[in-house]
């Protein structure tokens, strides 16, 4: 059986899952200068970005140097509903859109909507399927719903808006995870 996994994955690209791991740890270490920073907000951040509410620093920002920061979008308004997807409108008017899974993002309009308690949306997008069995590749209509969860934070609402997140708290005597 070994003979026929190293004959199954002998065109595989050679990649080193413990250099992206690394890769990624240390991107976050990176990213701690941004939180809980009494110099501004943190709105949102991923491995490479931040979202806050005042210019940061001028020795934390180079458009050319490796490893620092670079200003991309100053945003007048900014929406962000979870991880890889948020949104904004930029000072000059221009609409800026995340949103992991969906080939084209949806519109700020669309995304304030997601803030009201139950509110979700549906798109339908082609997506590309692969049968490594047959060897074949389909083209398929696919469903694809947007709304908020609550699988990391708690969401906090105020007449059916969404105001913020908090920290969950799990009880180890009836939370087996």
Known sequence: ???FYKKLFSDAPKINMSVAAAIAANSRVAMTTFKNNPLFNLYYSDTDSAFIDAPLPSEL??????????LEHVFSK????G????????DDGSEVLVCKGLKKAP????MESLLIEGNYLEFNQ????????????????SPFTLKLNSNKRELVYENNMLI??????????TDKK
């Open 1 to 3: 059986t070994l003979i």
């Open 83 to 90: 991880a890889k997807v948020y949104g904004g409108v930029t």
């Open 61 to 70: 920002v180079d458009n050319k140097r490796l490893g620092a920061m670079k």
């Open 107 to 110: 519109s700020i309009a669309q």
């Open 78 to 81: 900014f929406i962000a509903l």
């Open 164 to 173: 913020g997140t908090r920290n969950k708290i799990l009880n180890t005597k």
């Open 126 to 141: 082609e997506k590309w399927f692969n049968q490594l069995v047959n060897g074949t590749i389909s083209v398929n209509e």
